[in-house]
């Protein structure tokens, strides 16, 4: 008879969790820089980025400058990679929350290229994100994302983007 893993109470988890995703986000200056957030429900992860006045790129419509839709698709796409690298790690308690410094995290992906399609305008109102991996080997990775602000069904920019995944120690 094998002997069974304790089970962590469900709070030592979530605690774990946040703490990873924080240390994560903390670790990107330019992520502070625009705002952007993370929501974290299980294993999926939704981006927010929060509206403000320095986002705008067209004044006369109001629009959201089509740099600051660009990063945060992209972003989404990293962290959501990220997250997906680590996860294995994280719930087994090898990288714990207390001690997820951003320089024990491994490296992020790096970008090989990244297509933007912007749908509609971005409206002066917080955006949201989620990403989707296609597909996640050692060395590399499909991932696309779609945008949206009020209606998840209407999307104002996707995007998709490969990426070369950092190297894993052995």
Do not use: C
Not at 48 to 77: Q, R, S, W
Not at 155 to 161: C, D, K, M, S, Y
């Amino acid at each position: 008879m094998s002997a069974r893993r304790p089970v962590e109470p469900v709070q030592v988890v979530k605690q774990r969790r946040d703490a990873v995703l924080r240390a994560m986000v903390d670790g990107v200056p330019y992520i502070q820089f625009l705002g952007i957030q993370f929501e974290r429900r299980g294993d999926e992860l939704t981006a927010l980025l929060p509206f403000k006045d320095d986002l705008i790129g067209n004044p006369i419509l109001p629009a959201l400058h089509g740099g600051a839709t660009a990063a945060f698709l992209e972003v989404t796409a990293i962290i959501n990679l990220n997250w997906r690298l680590i996860w294995e790690e994280m719930e087994s308690g090898a990288l714990d929350g207390a001690d997820a410094d951003p320089g024990l995290l491994p490296r992020l992906p790096k970008t090989i290229d990244f297509t933007v399609d912007y749908l509609r305008s971005g409206l002066p109102r917080d955006a949201y994100a989620r990403a989707r991996i296609n597909r996640s080997g050692r060395r590399y990775a499909s991932v696309h994302v779609e945008a949206w602000q009020d209606n998840r069904s209407r999307l104002f920019a996707q995007a998709t983007g490969h990426f070369l995944m950092p190297p894993r120690d052995p």
